[in-house]
Structures are given as C-alpha cells and as structure tokens.
C-alpha cells in the first residue's frame, strides 16, 4: 500500500527524524490559511505540494514555491484539480520553504536477495534514483544492515562518507539512516524513501546559517500482508486514489490482478489459478485476469469473483476450476449459478469442480445446463473455444 507524502512524513517524524511541518489544504482557501500562519510565523516563502501517489510531481508542475498569501491561493487554486499521470489533485500540503544548498537521496528497501534491509544513498539527489541508477549507478552506495542488530552506526557513517557528508552533517545523516532503518522495521514498510534529503541553511541561535539536513520529500510503501499489526496504518489508505476493482477485490478479500487476454479465471489457491492460466495459454488462450477466491469461497465472494471478472469488457469466455477441499464445491456451484443469474452481461462459461461435494455441484451445474469439464485440460481447451467462437 502506497501512502501520502503527509502520512509518510508522519511515520518519519515518529522515529525522531527532521521533517518540516506542513498542513493539509484541500480548497485555495485552505491553502491561504495555513500560508498566512506560516508568513505570521516568519516564513519568507511557503511551498505547496500536490498530494498524488506518484513520483515527479515537481517536473509536472505540482510542487511550487510562494512569496505571499495571495500568491499562496493563486498557486493552490492551480494545483487543486491538476491531472498528475492521470490522478486529480484533491489535496495539497502548505510548508515553510527551506533554501536548499544541496539535493541528496536516501532510500531503504528490502533485498529479497540478501534477506537484508538495504539502505541506499546517492549525492545525486532530487532526481528520480532510477535514472540515477541507469545513467551514472557508481553514484549509488549501498549497505545491508545487520538483520538482528539494526543498521549499525560505522554502516550509516561508511553511507554518509561515500556521499561525501563529513563532520556535523555526517552525524546527521547517522541519526537519519538508522531513523529510515527503524521507520522499515516499525511499520512493515517495503520501501521507505527521502528525495530529496536537503542540505539547507537554517539559523542558528545567534541568527547565522548552520547547515542542516533534512527530510525534504517522502514516500513510504507498506507491505499489505504486515498491515495486520498495524491498525492504525489502515488509515492513511486513500480511497480516492485506489482502483475500484482493487477495493471491491480487497473488501471482498479475494486476490484479483487484471490481465490483458480475454479469458476470465476463477479459481481457488494461487497455485492452482497459476497452473489454470498455464493451461489456457497452452491451448492457445490469453487469461484475462488471475484470481484467487480464497479457501472456503462462499455464495457473495463467488458472486463478486463473477462481477468482477465481467466488469471487463474484454472477457469473451470464463473459465471456473475449483479443487474442493474446505471450499465446498456445491455452494460454489450454488454461488456460481446465482452469480450468473444476476449478471447483466452473458458470456459462455465452463465449470471444473473436483473435491469435495464435487457429485452434487455436478447435479447443481447439470441441471443449471452449464457447460463443466472432465479435466481441467478439458475445461482450458473448451475455455479457449468459447473465446474464438465468441470472437467471431
Ligand atoms: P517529487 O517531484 O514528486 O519527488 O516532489 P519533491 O517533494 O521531491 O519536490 C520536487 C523538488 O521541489 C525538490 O527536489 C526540490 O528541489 C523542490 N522543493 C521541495 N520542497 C522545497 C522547499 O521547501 N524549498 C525549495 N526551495 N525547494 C523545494
Ligand atoms: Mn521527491
């Protein structure tokens, strides 16, 4: 799950580590109050920022900078509404804007490779690391942290050096890597990310610039399977930016990816919806999504399994092959032949049960007169002719 750049600065300042404040706007008015507080407060320019789940938001117009309150309203008034990749900008944050002397980058992610937390950090800030990571990848360091002992304090200085931090910002930059380190670890993050992490000149006590670092933008994605733990992480899921069918799959606790073919897929175990689009590609089809209902599918998730996979233009064919074992095969039977019966749109449909209760979803299926399979060979190669034959 993909968070805001508002909740992930959150979760960093949570661990101790240095954010500049903001406030959330959703109207130019909104945007206008919290300006005037900052100016009040004694702010020379205040930055406004779209909040959309997508990278570049700066090349595409959606991070700008305002000398004034006015100018702070004219600037939200632009940004609120703007199509970013696609997304409409519904909100924005308002922050003091720093002066910013340097742009590095700073990332964490999990290294399926070396089961290790890696922590990434280039002086090649401000950038997206990706085209960092093509055009110059000598100017990405990396240190796996220990996966008992955390990332420890020689790992995040060896880090700082490598990007040429030295002194009072190396210590700094210690405190801040092991602060993203603690942030993956506390949340079940799978990334944790600070683009740009500034060197910016702040007053110090007696009014002169002390460089300083900080955690200038951020982006945090969390693992879905930790988000158990975490109840208070459920949260900071935006709705307005989730895909309808991924929150009616989720709602319905079902694993649903869409695919480009024309063959619909329900299926229990991903195992088995796996080796079902196998098959359908091997007889010479195109699936037109993987889904897994789940163990023990009942009535209403067969039902919105069926809706779903129908709410795709593209599906000619549906092809249903469930192995019974906890899942009863005559309720998914029952639940398949309700679901038909409901849906607006028709399309051929060939049915494998095995398992449990299989004799009795034949009854059931025989006496809806729906077209069911011997083998799961069988029903790939009949799924595949549906198709062809329907898009004739
Ligand atoms: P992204 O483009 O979506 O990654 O959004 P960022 O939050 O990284 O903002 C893009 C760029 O805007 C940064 O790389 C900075 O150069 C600039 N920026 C962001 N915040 C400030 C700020 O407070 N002051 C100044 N001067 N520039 C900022
Ligand atoms: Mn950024």
Same mark, same amino acid.
């Given at each position: 799950?993909?968070?805001? &750049?508002?909740? *992930? $600065?959150?979760?960093?300042? /949570? ?7 903001? @406030? =959330?706007?959703?109207? !130019? ?100 690391? &990706?085209?960092? *990571? $093509?055009?110059?990848?000598? /100017? ?7 996966? @008992? =002992?955390?990332?420890? !304090? ?239």
């Amino acid at each position: 799950m993909k968070i805001q &750049e508002a909740d *992930a $600065k959150s979760l960093l300042l /949570a661990e101790g580590l240095p954010v500049p404040g903001w @406030e =959330l706007a959703r109207t !130019p008015d909104e945007v206008r109050k919290a300006a005037e507080k900052l100016f009040a407060g004694g702010a020379d320019r205040v930055v406004i920022k779209a909040q959309v789940l997508v990278g570049g938001r700066g090349k595409a117009g959606g991070v700008k900078l305002a000398g004034s309150s006015q100018e702070a309203f004219e600037i939200g008034g632009r940004i609120l509404g703007m199509d970013i990749k696609g997304i409409t900008v519904r909100k924005v944050i308002v922050g003091r804007a720093v002066d910013i002397v340097k742009e590095y980058y700073l990332g964490a992610i999990i290294d399926r490779a070396s089961r290790r937390i890696v922590l990434m950090a280039s002086a090649e800030g401000g950038v997206e690391i &990706e085209e960092v *990571a $093509k055009t110059n990848p000598g /100017a990405i360091h990396r240190v796996a942290a220990h996966a @008992e =002992l955390g990332l420890l !304090p020689f790992q995040a200085r060896s880090l700082g050096l490598a990007i040429g931090l030295r002194d009072s910002l190396l210590n700094q930059f210690v405190a801040i890597a092991q602060g993203l380190h603690r942030t993956m670890k506390a949340n079940d993050a799978d990334l944790v990310e600070v683009n740009p992490l500034g060197i910016v000149n702040e007053a110090g006590p007696d009014g002169t610039a002390v460089p300083t670092l900080l955690c200038l933008d951020a982006k945090i994605t969390l693992d879905d399977s930790g988000l158990g733990r975490h109840p208070g992480l459920e949260a900071m899921r935006d709705l307005d930016e989730e895909d309808p069918v991924d929150a009616k799959a989720r709602k319905l606790g079902i694993n649903f990816i869409h695919l480009d073919g024309t063959i619909g897929c329900m299926v229990n175990g991903a195992g088995l919806a796996m080796t079902t689009m196998d098959l359908v590609k091997h007889y010479g089809g195109e699936p037109a999504n993987f889904l897994d209902v789940g163990g023990g599918a009942r009535h209403e998730v067969v039902c919105g399994a069926m809706e779903l996979i129908l709410a795709d233009p593209n599906v000619k064919a549906i092809l249903v092959n469930i192995f019974g074992g906890i899942t009863r095969g005559d309720e998914v039977a029952g639940g398949i032949i309700e679901a038909q019966r409901s849906q607006s749109r028709v399309v051929p449909m060939v049915v494998r049960i095995v398992g449990t209760n299989a004799d009795e979803a034949a009854r059931l299926l025989r006496e809806a007169k729906l077209e069911t399979a011997s083998s799961l060979d069988d029903a790939a190669q009949k799924a595949v002719a549906m198709a062809k034959g329907a898009a004739r």
